[in-house]
């Protein structure tokens, strides 16, 4: 990321051999990563939710030298996901997970680290532990067992604590085999506001996780499985993990350990119990008053039950109040991370977001760098796709940093951290410019934001236009970055520009475009070329423009509804848009960018030139559709001139 604060995020290759194939495993970095420093890796539960609830523990790390690095496990949030391997047991193994953190680890040259593992995570965690890797110097499991077998019975103990009419329930579709009937599921959802977390409203990040396991359940169901029962006393899992354990091996872990529960914790005293006797340098902790005060919790210590497996205190052990009692961590007003340097806070959260065609209620996820209140306009960046996230946006904090208002990103329904609807796949009644326009104005009153600068980047270009066309009170002022009036002009400026690729480059783009083989490796490497040369020239391509691909790759539904199967083949709702007859109405200073090479060329911006009543128009001569990165400088200039400057009078250059 291209802030002063320490937070950027990227994608690592992770080859398996087992299928002979390269992966992707997404990860975040919060704080200073160099050399000399000792970083907190936390490995997120599961399996098969994310690692956004884990970004917490930044109260922990802020301030100290070493950072707080985070990763979606393979399968799992922004990381390559498999679903073809859906309950194939010999591949989802713990040791591919080890594998993923040595990997990790040796990508980016860690050498010294310390480690927490959440629930699976401590079972990852531990098991790693358990071989001996050289640069681990601390160990914190929380509210992780022992042993799959123990977890089982700690659901026995803590079912009989419901009430009778939900124990009866859950026995009854345990054994029917229909736990995913509505009544089932409002059952368990009972025992998590007991024992997996207790605060009134769930966090959006764990929500989050559990959305993550909805969309895509394949890691989940593989090898942890659904509950299932042969009479109500007999209960059991059916995935991999179910004879997992790491009690004959805990004696390995040699390194000091912090184990965690909570007193209402699914993870029960009895889950941990064999950490607690074996470790050689364990400390137990557990959080069992629930009383809180902002980031105050009371806690009770409880040291390990033999004196000589309590390590002495260390200088920098983890010690901080970081969980509460039950399974997850503390309150955060959906509000998610914590100031990360003295120039730029940075603060995210989720926007409830009611569509009424569906009669449902959906999660828009933000982002803001700066501080935003009363008095201060913000600029709002829409991102592109349209299916991509919004990290690349974020790069903008190069001009919002050193001026009142902060930068607001989002992740656009359907893609990055909002809410997925992957059963919406074709829908074109449903995925419509209205429902971004929604989202957006949304977003707006839900933020209480009153006045406001907008910043569209090509399909958020288009939504942007859109938007202001149909009145946006509040809005100051305008920019349509590498986006085009109507899709039809796209569609020709592509063609143009692909008659100018290499011979079979082109010729393997429209064989495959002909024969509808457009999901082959030979038309995706041909794309490719077309992508370096007007999509983004940079060599290699920004880590935060590679995730937006990803975003599209792991859930293709907006893409492909509304846009097609690549940039020059639209088949989808956008392909009739146009705002050519509309322009006129966008009567705010407004800002029109694009790049040389772009592949919004400037056939596509053409309408907006003649017909805008108070435009400018800039071309960044050594870019294409990434000028924002590819001529960082110039184009961050740019910007501040037309935001903060004297503004623009009827002129281009």
């Not at 937070?7 to 087992?18: N, R, W």
């Not at 009866?168 to 059952?187: L, N, P």
């Not at 184990?259 to 209402?264: D, E």
């Not at 989202?439 to 288009?462: A, P, Q, R, V």
């Amino acid at each position: 990321m291209a802030t002063d604060s320490a937070l950027f995020e990227g994608l690592l290759d992770f080859e398996i051999a087992s299928i002979g194939r390269t992966c992707q495993t997404w990860y975040k970095v919060f704080g200073e990563f160099k050399p000399g420093v000792r970083p907190l890796i936390a490995l997120h539960g599961g399996p098969g939710v994310n690692s956004a609830y884990l970004e917490i523990l930044t109260d922990v790390t802020d301030g100290r030298p070493g950072p707080l690095i985070i990763y979606d496990q393979v399968g799992t949030g922004r990381s390559t996901h498999l679903p073809e391997k859906m309950g194939d047991n010999e591949f989802w193994s713990v040791q591919l997970f080890i594998d993923e953190l040595n990997n990790l680890l040796k990508k980016l040259e860690i050498k010294e680290y310390d480690l927490l593992g959440h629930s699976w995570g401590g079972m990852l965690a531990a098991s790693h532990a358990v071989q001996g890797p050289p640069g681990l110097k601390h160990l914190i499991l929380s509210s992780s067992p022992a042993s799959i077998p123990l977890w089982i019975e700690s659901q026995h103990t803590l079912r009989a604590t419901l009430p009778q009419d939900t124990q009866d329930t859950m026995i009854k579709h345990e054994i029917e085999g229909t736990v995913q009937s509505k009544e089932y599921q409002a059952a368990v959802g009972v025992f998590y506001s007991r024992h997996l977390c207790v605060l009134d409203q769930l966090p959006g990040p764990i929500a989050e996780g559990f959305a993550c396991i909805g969309q895509d359940p394949t890691v989940y169901m593989t090898m942890y499985g659904i509950p299932q029962r042969k009479d109500s006393k007999e209960f059991n899992i059916t995935g991999s993990l179910k004879d997992w354990t790491i009690i004959d091996q805990i004696e390995k872990i040699q390194v000091p350990t912090l184990v965690t529960n909570g007193a209402q914790d699914e993870a029960t005293d009895a889950t941990v119990a064999p950490y607690v006797e074996k470790l050689p340098h364990g400390k137990w902790v557990k959080f069992e008053n629930l009383d809180y005060d902002h980031d105050h919790y009371a806690v009770t210590e409880r040291e390990a039950t033999k004196e000589e497996t309590t390590a002495p205190p260390e200088k920098e052990t983890f010690q901080e109040e970081m969980y509460i009692s039950a399974h997850l961590c503390r309150s955060s007003n959906k509000v998610l991370r914590p100031k990360m340097s003295d120039e730029i806070p940075i603060r995210e959260g989720y926007i409830d977001f009611e569509v009424a065609s569906t009669g449902q209620t959906y999660q828009t996820f933000y982002r803001y760098f700066g501080e935003l209140r009363p008095g201060v306009r913000p600029l709002i960046a829409l991102h592109g796709g349209p299916g991509v996230n919004c990290t690349y946006l974020e790069i903008l904090t190069d001009v919002t940093k050193s001026h009142p208002g902060p930068l607001i990103v989002y992740d656009q329904i359907g893609n990055g951290r909002s809410t997925h609807l992957r059963e919406k796949m074709g829908d074109t009644d449903f995925w419509t410019v209205q429902l971004f326009i929604d989202e957006l104005n949304n977003l707006i009153k839900k933020l209480d934001i009153t006045e406001y600068d907008l910043l569209g980047h090509s399909w958020g270009g288009m939504l942007a236009s859109s938007f202001v066309a149909q009145g946006a009170p509040g809005l100051q002022k305008l920019v349509i970055s590498s986006s085009p009036a109507s899709m039809q002009l796209w569609i020709e400026a592509q063609e143009v520009w692909k008659a100018q690729l290499p011979k079979e480059v082109r010729e393997t783009i429209e064989k495959h475009e002909k024969d509808g083989t457009t999901d082959s490796k030979e038309y995706e490497e041909a794309v490719g070329v077309y992508y370096s040369r007007h999509l983004c020239t940079l060599d290699p391509m920004p880590a935060p423009i590679a995730s937006g691909f990803e975003c599209i790759a792991t859930d293709p539904t907006v893409y492909l509804t509304m846009n097609g199967p690549s940039e020059f083949t639209i088949t989808g709702s956008l392909k009739t848009w146009s705002i050519i007859d509309q322009i006129e109405k966008i009567t705010v200073p407004t800002l029109l960018t694009n790049g040389k090479y772009d592949e919004a060329a400037d056939s596509v911006l053409a309408p907006y030139v003649e017909k805008l009543p108070n435009g400018k128009w800039v071309q960044f001569k050594k870019s294409s559709h990434m000028a924002h990165f590819e001529e960082r400088e110039e184009f961050m200039k740019v910007l501040e001139n037309f935001l903060y400057g004297d503004g623009v009078g009827k002129g281009y250059d």
